[in-house]
């Protein structure tokens, strides 16, 4: 896929976001880094990267996550990109959050910005993140350290982590799911249920679902692969389908939502099994091309 060249983020927003970042202290950050050194030390030689990953370009950067740069300008940028307010926005996922989590998981962890938010607030609990780009785990790593949090990263797909079964009291994503076709979100669900213990919950933040479709143009200001699949699939049912229970749908500043449902003792999922299919929204995923849009992060290239 060619890098975008003419969307609105290239031509008027890149411009005027640049004038707030400091592009020379970023860049002797990247200067600083080893960053293949320093990826090897998460990299998992036995991960096969799926293809939607490394067959697309991210926000018009090469390789998407799998260039370091995105890594380093992923926080700056996101600062101005996650309206109104990006801790704002973070905390919703949290105040979200019913149970006191003993292990938690962050799935497609990125540089830590909400996983370090949830061992804020959960400070004794054992905190994972997991990723697929070993370059956002070093900036994620970087920051856990500055600020002295016992946050552990893993290089993983958030398809088929690992992990045992029934590991996790709360499994989290934020801001993933606009970034995945439909299919691979669906598996995450799948996966996050199996990692679950009985009664924990899942909690994800994104784009809302039902603004994106109204907003065409927004999709014109960033590239994102597959954010329209998104925009017009339905997570209440995706969860459904992966088995959660209590599904809820809040909408955060009307651009951003939060989703949780909660893995229900085995019995329960079966009694209520033919209720969920009464009641699920339908999955709009196949009316796709002409529903679009959502402003995710998008970055300047660095490498
Ligand atoms: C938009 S960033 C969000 C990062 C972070 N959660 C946040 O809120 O800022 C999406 C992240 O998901 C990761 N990702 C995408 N697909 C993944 C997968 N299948 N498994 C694990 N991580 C994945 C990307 O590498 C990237 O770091």
């Known amino acids: 896929m060619a890098v975008g060249k003419d969307t609105i983020w290239e031509r008027f927003l890149q411009p005027v976001v640049r004038l707030f ?39 018009g950067i090469q390789k998407g996550y799998l260039n370091p740069g995105a890594a380093v300008s ?29 292990r938690i998981l962050d799935l497609g962890c990125g540089t830590a910005t909400t996983t370090l938010m949830l061992k804020q607030a ?19 790593e970087h920051k856990a350290e500055k600020v002295q949090r016992n946050i552990q990263f893993k290089h993983g797909n958030a398809e088929q982590t690992g992990f045992p079964d029934g590991y996790f009291d709360l499994v989290t994503a934020s801001l993933l799911f606009h970034e995945t076709p439909p299919a691979v979100s669906q598996a995450i669900l799948k996966e996050s249920f199996r990692l679950l ?42 969860m459904g389908s992966a088995g959660f229970e209590a599904v809820q749908t ?30 699920h929204a339908p999955d709009t ?17 660095m490498a």
């Open 285 to 301: 995923t196949d009316l796709g091309e002409d529903l679009e849009g959502f402003p995710a992060p998008a970055f300047g290239t």
């Open 197 to 238: 213990k009985t009664g924990g919950e899942v909690a994800i933040l994104d784009g809302n679902q039902k603004t994106l479709r109204q907003t065409d143009w927004l999709n014109e200001i960033f590239e994102e692969p597959y954010i329209k699949a998104y925009a017009s699939g339905n997570l209440d049912a995706w």
């Open 21 to 59: 970042i400091d592009e020379p202290a970023l860049r002797r950050f990247y200067d600083s880094v080893d960053w293949e050194k320093e990826s090897d030390r998460f990299r998992n030689p036995t991960l096969t990267i799926p293809s939607y990953y490394s067959s697309q370009n991210f926000h």
């Open 250 to 279: 809040t909408d955060v500043w009307l651009i951003h939502q939060v989703t949780q449902g909660v893995k229900p003792i085995a019995g329960e999922a079966t009694r209520n099994s033919a209720a969920r299919s009464r009641f």
């Open 122 to 140: 959960f400070p004794e609990a054992e905190v994972i993140g997991l990723d697929l780009s070993p370059y956002m785990l070093v900036m994620a």
């Open 74 to 102: 992923y926080d700056p940028i996101t600062q101005y990109v996650l309206a109104p307010n990006e801790t704002w926005v973070r905390q919703s996922l949290i105040d979200a959050i019913r149970c006191k989590p003993k």
